[in-house]
């Protein structure tokens, strides 16, 4: 069965920087569009940013300029650099994927394979 598995959230002040990695059994990355989604109690997924098999990306407005989202098919692992985190930043984040076709962070519910995620808090 496939799997995705996150790693590489923690604790970190305001400014700072971490990175996010999600590897996959019996994925080739290349092949899928990936993304990296994040989620806050009692709210619905949200879109972070999607890697195509193109290599084309698309970022949510609010993390433009600031997330880098890549992935290093060799090793099939998926990445998300997250630098100047803010507080709002505060979320558990999830890896996902979906069979070729519309591949854009907007829209979660067409991803079919998710992770179990991984909890960034960033403080004030």
């Known amino acids: 069965q496939v799997q995705l598995v996150e790693s590489g959230g923690g604790s970190v002040q305001a400014g700072g920087s971490l990175r996010l990695s999600c590897a996959a059994s019996?994925?080739?990355?290349?092949?899928?569009?990936m993304g990296w989604f994040r989620q806050v109690p009692g709210k619905q997924h949200e879109g972070v940013a999607t890697?195509?098999?193109?290599?084309?990306?698309r970022y949510a407005d609010s993390v433009k300029g600031r997330f880098t989202i890549s992935q290093d098919n060799a090793k099939n692992i998926l990445y998300l650099q997250m630098n100047g985190l803010k507080p709002e930043d505060t979320a558990m984040y999830y890896c996902?994927?979906?069979?070729?076709?519309?591949?854009?962070?907007?829209?979660?519910?067409?991803?079919?394979?998710w992770g179990q995620g991984t909890q960034v808090t960033v403080s004030s």
């Open positions: 890697i195509d098999t193109d290599g084309s990306t």
């Open positions: 996902a994927a979906r069979t070729p076709g519309a591949c854009n962070p907007a829209w979660p519910d067409i991803f079919d394979r």
């Open positions: 019996r994925y080739t990355y290349s092949s899928y569009c």
